[in-house]
């Protein structure tokens, strides 16, 4: 990410970056602002509030303190901190949290709103007081809360300050929305809605946040209906797949150069239907492409996702077509709103490198779905008589279809006028190979301190320790392939991206309860536990005879441990995605941020998994 040049247009990119709704990359962004231009107020306001959007209250709640501890008790920030209190209030399980966190959130709103009305600030005090009254109808004090929106409602009708941009005039609407839907004024409520999402082209993230209140405020008063707040519905988020235009003298047309322009306009059709805010796909030739340009022409952001470097992704998926392809794939990349590349080598002769990147394409849609509170929909455009190979479209629309994910189809056999296409005579399979290239998830866990022990203690170490994750291994529903240790070190495989997830918080929380003193080990003694995912070459190894799971993405597994903090679970941004299209059950995920990697291994998106609420 280039450095900003100033302040400002860092703020100004990690703004927009939320409006999109798009938390994560916002949070970068200031992440790497504040690296240039320490302690800006706005730039970590910023940080902090695009923690609360990607669901790390906790986190973004320690950001704000640490700001109003310095002395920092303006609006904005009191208003933040008071929005991370609520969150945690919704995601508190007893009731006595919930009503502290609530009566938080109370105390800072009107403090921040007094302090507003007192020096005649007139926006800080209509989002302040907003923001009280909504407090204060979470904590069941409907007279406060009215009370509060008929004063936020009549300083409201004063109307938009001079000059008052396109987000100021957003908030403004949502926020006189916000005060109707309390004071039970439904008619009045639906046209602020509406006009608000008149307002939101290109601010999804914020149409979400006002969702999501809106939403929490029906639960809450008396009588509500949820239709005052449908004009505030969200736009899908869309994964797309198709195959690929035929190579010239293919035997058994399938997706021929010719029947592009029909295969454009049936996509056409189906996604001005969807209309989606973002897409996710890949980039070959044919309907990823032709997905791509459709969604751009139509205002969608893209998101590509290669299965491996675009030179030799354009080399074996693109140029073959011939024609314009190659100039078109190009300009879509440049077009992208994001470009992942999901392994940093082809494997030849591998479809292992295919699914793993149709898995991150479903998972980064899922993702960013949750984010935006969005549905997720899917789109193929394929013959579904083809036969379909592993990490091919049929192989993604079966994905899916058993993740319940709503697809629409663009069936290519019929725009061809053949019903089917004969399937070729099946014959046996191959003998496996002596390596296999599969997908799999991988843990890897280092003791912390192990290099600090004295003699007499490696047998606690061995016998206490070790023998306590062997009885974990032997009792946990969370099924491994493969475990192995190495002095300090603990390197496990699994099949299931999810399964690794919560055998790893499972053993984090063996590990905090552990008897160190029992075992004659510091009390400090802990684990760095990271989860990575992605195909690797499996195989036995030749000296050892011992099973054998190895490759780049073991390398980048490896890398992520050093920098995880002692009892915690780290993840890559890969992990976080592939675990999300399995529906990662157990598992919270909140976003840490791009940090840099052990040994110069470059920057990685990074979560911390922690267990579900």
Known sequence: MPEPATPQSAVEAAERMLHRGEPLLAFNAAQEALRAFPGHLRLRQLQALALARSGDAARAGAFLRALVDEGHGD??????????????????????ERSRHLEAAMRLCERAWRDAVGRGAGDDALYAGINAAAAAALSGDLARARAIAAEVRDLGRRGDAPGADASA????????????FILGENAAAAAHYAAAAKLAEGRAGDLGSTRRQARLLAACLPGADPSVYSALAAAPVLVFTGHMVDAPGRAQARFPAALEPAVREALRSQIAAIRPVAAYGSAAC??????????????????????????EFRDASVD???GDWGERFERALAAADSVTVTSDHRASGSTATYEYSNLVVTGMGRLRARLLDAPLRGLAAWDPAAAGAAG??????SLWEARGIATDRVDIGELRGAKSVPQATPVPAPPAPAVRHEMRAMLFADAVGYSQLAEDQIPGYIT??????ARLNARTAHRFEHVETAGDGLYMVFRDAAEAGRYALEL?????????????LPPDFSLRIALHCGPVHCARDPITGLPIYTGPHTSRAARIEPITP?????ASSAFAAVAAAGGADGLQMNYVGRIPLAKGYGTLGLYHVLPAH
Not at 295 to 310: D, I, N, S, W, Y
Not at 508 to 515: G, I, L, R, S, T
Not at 566 to 570: E, K
Request: with cysteine; net charge negative; hydrophobic share 50%.
């Open 566 to 570: 002692p009892g915690q679970v780290y």
């Open 508 to 520: 984090n929380a063996m590990v905090a309860a552990f008897d160190h003193a029992a075992c004659g």
């Open 392 to 397: 091919g479209a049929a192989s993604l629309v």
């Open 320 to 322: 073959f077509a011939g």
């Open 464 to 469: 206490g320790f070790l023998g306590a994750v």
């Open 75 to 96: 609006a904005e920030t009191l208003g933040m901190l008071a929005r991370t209190h609520k969150d945690l209030a919704q995601a508190a399980t007893e009731a006595d």
């Open 169 to 180: 005039r957003y908030w403004r609407e949502a926020t006189l929305g916000e005060a109707a």
């Open 286 to 311: 044919g309907a990823d492409l032709l997905c791509l340009e459709l969604v751009r022409e139509m205002g969608g952001e893209t998101h590509v996702v290669l299965p491996f470097p675009a030179r």
